[in-house]
């Protein structure tokens, strides 16, 4: 995988991809806002009608819906992204709450980060997001949760970490009392692995983000 060259002051294109409710998009919106996040939204890209579309668009961000059901295969679905982001010169997608698969192109290698609700590698994979998430961490009995800004790969949630922050697991939790406490965190974490992105001080060596 390569690594991402030192662009210490140029303020970086993101594109992000959503499915929900768009609160994350809507954090990084509110931080770059207010000059806190040295980052722009080139392009917001929804694989469906959602509210986070309605929110970007109220924000006037850019915003395009693809859904993956009007693509005739994977393949054809993921080149319609790549030419979006494409488009809109995007130097780092952000998977926000994104639910479609999309085949990351060479070019994108690196590139592509996204929010996991827990600490991987435990509770990641393949049909695990949303409460099934936070359910199978109480089920485990788990004292502590979190979550993971990760490099995305072709495999589902294993990709190279670069940011994770924890949140208790408290007595008497629920799937919705732990996903909000950890949802806390997750809106510090997405902003801090962007700005390490944007800062140039990421280098990815095999499984592991070192961070100058
Ligand atoms: C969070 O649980 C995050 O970890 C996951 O999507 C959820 C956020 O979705 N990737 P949204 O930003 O509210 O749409």
Known sequence: MPTQSDQPTKPIRLGVLISGSGRTLMNLHALISAGELPVRVAVVIASRHCKGEELAREAGLAVEVVPYRKAADVHQYSQRITALLDGASVDLVVMAGFLSLWHIPPPYEGRVINIHPALLPSFGGRGMYGHVVHEAVLAAGCKVSGCTVHFVTNEYDR????????????????PDSLAARVFQEELLAMPEAIRLFAQGRLRIEGQVVHVR
């Open 159 to 174: 990709g190279p970490i670069i940011v994770q922050r924890t949140a208790p697991v408290l007595e008497g939790d629920t």
